[in-house]
């Protein structure tokens, strides 16, 4: 909800003719008062009863401050591009009236859905022209949980920018939706995807830029809350058919999880990177970027001028889930020592049972965004050994 407030020493109004199809039945056809407050309120989707009783709580605030004799809210569309319907900002507008008439104040509202004349003269004092934007806002306490997401360089790393895709579209894939609208109605097998600003304090993870929600048709089979140390996040809300998931919340959450386990451990499909080979030699360098090419996942080559110890550290300090070993011996049979992180074992694969099991994993196949080789890395996003 959208509330600009005027304090004018005159105002006036009339009704003239309809604006929409099926207009509010005006019950005030006219009115003139002096020394009022006029409050120009725009309804917005998702606007309800909570977001009245803020509404309720900034108004009588501007009121007392400016000391008026009476206050008029006026419907006004201008503010917003993201209007509710007319058959549900009625009756918001009507509770904000009567919850305002509580408090004993002189209270009149101009009808919705109808063009009118009115004049106003502002005051001018810094009180006298005022506004603010009403939202469904929770202020989030910076937990020490939260530096999973600075591990990862939220908002804005490559890693960050996978991560957050990859959630989006395992929602998608939940949702079994195969296209994308703009549209607030989704239908079957579609959603539909916000992206918003955040606002209040920033935290990695929870409440950044761009702060996206996915809302689906039904339910969807997704943890709906969840706490850390400081807060509580609810990640789904449900209402009137529909579901709309925080993209952020969910993402964190899965960080978070993966956090617990023994070694910390990613889902197949939410790991940015898959499989890392780590050639022992320089000279096996090559021979690791053409067995990259066979396996069918995201995969990197370590050809950074290291030790091994130093590079299954640096796996280690990535999350990498499928760590391979590359020797003489790897190289001339084609069987794979591979260190897996979930089960924190070592055993051997031929390519196509690495990527059958890659495979299983992972219905997402998403494409890396980071280059083949970790020399071509910008060195920000490169782990110390």
Known sequence: MILLFIHASDFSFSVREKAIKNPEEPKLQSLKKENVLVVFTTVEKG????????????????????????LVIYPYAHLSDNLESPSLAIPILQKLEESVKERNIEVYRTPFGWYKQFMINCYGHPLS???KRIRHEVEYEKSDEL??????????????YFL???????????????????????????????????????????????????????????????????????????????SEVDVNLLTYYYLLSAQKESPP??????????????????DFVKSAIEIASKINGRVDV?????????KIARAGKDWI????????????????????????????YTIEELNEEISK??????KSNFPLLLSQRSKKYIVSK
Not at 361 to 366: A, G, I, N, V
Request: with cysteine; charged share 35%; proline share 6%.
């Open 321 to 348: 889930p499928y760590v391979v070993i590359l020797g003489e011996r790897e190289i001339r049979t084609l069987s794979l020592t591979v260190k897996v992180r979930e089960k924190n074992e070592q055993r051997s």
């Open 147 to 160: 530096a999973i997401c600075e591990k990862f360089g939220f908002p804005n790393s490559p890693y960050a």
């Open 47 to 70: 606007d309800d009863d909570e977001i009245v009783k803020k509404a309720v709580n900034e108004i009588l605030d501007v009121y007392g401050k400016v000391k008026a004799s009476s």
């Open 164 to 242: 957050r895709n990859a959630v989006l579209e395992h929602v998608k894939w939940l949702g079994n939706a195969f296209s994308i609208t703009e549209d607030e109605d989704v239908e079957e097998r579609e959603i539909s995807v916000k992206y918003l600003e955040p606002h209040g304090r920033r935290l990695p993870c929870i409440n950044e830029s761009p702060h996206i929600k996915v809302k689906v048709k039904g339910k969807i089979d997704i943890i709906s809350q969840f706490s850390d140390s400081k807060n509580s996040y609810k990640i789904v809300e449900e209402k009137e058919g529909y």
């Open 361 to 366: 994993e992972d219905p997402l196949k998403l």
């Open 129 to 131: 022209e005022l506004s």
């Open 302 to 310: 370590d050809d950074l001028p290291d030790g091994l110890g130093a």
């Open 265 to 282: 451990t990613l889902p197949i499909w939410l790991s940015p990177i898959q499989v890392r080979i780590l050639p022992v030699k320089q």
